[in-house]
């Protein structure tokens, strides 16, 4: 039988506050292009590397627990920088919003406030180290971006139903302007958020590696695609 360790939670710190067009589907599929597939890849990777080494209880299973909740309540802020430290390998995990306009930062800002996490049980042992079972929180994105592109592709086409003049839609290259197509976007967003967001809750189990002096926490598919709102797996 595995042994199993009691470990209080660390207080948490306040949180932070039919087809589609080709530009709106470009923009659509980039919005959570910050936690790339490439970016999971290498997380994968790297954790699986460094998995060699037996477990060496020389620390005490709270700074195993430490690690994990640190980790965690940075993935719930939004801090991905100061997640990956914590993970195997320090991976970046590419999730630089400085970058991301106005449609991105709502979609990413509603994702971020949605997470959350509890642990379930106690940390317990395992042939490789250490494990603990929890529940992540999160806003289901897949649903969220179907309704948005379907939203978006209906206004779209009302908003060339009902323009008096071929101007307040097309460019002079007979494209969608890129201003209308924005504000579309964003309306369709708003509205998605609004009535259709919904979150999910899953069971994960979070395994740790003792290597080089301390605990790391080993990133698998599972733990990725909660983190990415359910997007990338």
């Not at 919005?31 to 620390?59: D, E, M, Q, R, W």
Request: charged residues 20%; aromatic residues 8%; contains cysteine.
């Amino acid at each position: 039988m595995p042994g199993r360790y009691e470990a209080p939670r660390p207080p948490r710190a306040p949180r932070k506050s039919a087809q589609m067009h080709p530009v709106l589907a470009a923009i659509v599929s980039g919005i959570f292009s910050l936690i790339g597939i490439c970016a999971a890849a290498a997380v994968v990777y790297l954790s699986l590397h460094f998995t060699n080494t037996k477990p060496i209880l020389l620390t005490p299973p709270d700074s195993a627990m430490e690690q994990l909740t640190n980790m965690l309540d940075a993935v719930c802020d939004s801090d991905y920088a100061a997640a990956s430290k914590y993970i195997l390998g320090t991976p970046d995990l590419g999730a630089d919003t400085s970058t991301q306009d106005a449609l991105g930062q709502l979609l990413w800002e509603s994702f971020v406030q949605s997470m959350d996490y509890q642990l379930e049980g106690a940390c317990y042992t395992t042939d490789d180290g250490l494990a603990q079972d929890i529940t992540f929180t999160y806003m289901d994105m897949t649903s969220i971006t179907e309704t948005l592109r379907e939203r978006s592709q209906a206004m779209l086409e009302q908003r060339v139903a009902e323009a008096e003049d071929i101007s307040q839609v097309y460019n002079e290259n007979n494209e969608y302007r890129e201003d209308v197509v924005m504000e579309i976007l964003f309306a369709a967003a708003e509205d998605a958020l609004a009535e259709d967001a919904r979150t999910v809750t899953v069971p994960l189990t979070i395994n740790l590696k003792f290597r080089d002096g301390q605990w790391w926490i080993v990133a698998d598919t599972a733990l990725l695609d909660a983190i990415s709102g359910g997007i990338l797996f």
